[in-house]
């Protein structure tokens, strides 16, 4: 038996692996981009809840681009988000300069509220 086939049909290289072929996918330099927390959590989703979707990205080669895209979608969300909800509660750096643990905890919340919003929308959607 061969180690490597080429299947004309779909234009694959096969390696044998014990008793099966298994096709030769490499990802180009393009798909090798860092996908950030937001990305890795929503490859996680995608992999329980869409496999199917997951699989045909990865197959394709469009997954990496696409956990990028939405790691990015989300960091902006992320930072907008506790931008606009700060400046609508008063939470200044005037208040975390004289009263930093109120601050600290009026941000861990704000925070938390942001996380909320930019996993419901984009992360599990």
Not at 50 to 69: C, Q, S, V
Request: net charge negative; hydrophobic share 40%.
């Amino acid at each position: 038996m061969d180690k490597y086939i080429f299947d004309e049909n779909n234009g694959l290289w096969y390696e044998l692996q014990g008793d099966y072929y298994i096709p030769c996918l490499i990802l180009s330099e393009e798909e090798t981009q860092p996908i950030g927390l937001w990305g890795q959590r929503h490859k996680q989703y995608l992999k329980e809840h869409k496999h199917f979707l997951y699989t045909t990205m990865l197959i394709e080669g469009t997954l990496n681009r696409y956990l990028a895209d939405i790691n990015q979608q989300a960091e902006q969300m992320f930072h907008r988000l506790i931008k606009e909800m700060a400046q609508k509660q008063g939470v200044t750096e005037q208040l975390k300069a004289e009263q930093p643990m109120e601050w600290i905890g009026l941000m861990n919340n704000i925070q938390a509220c942001a996380r909320e919003i930019v996993n419901s929308e984009i992360i599990f959607a």
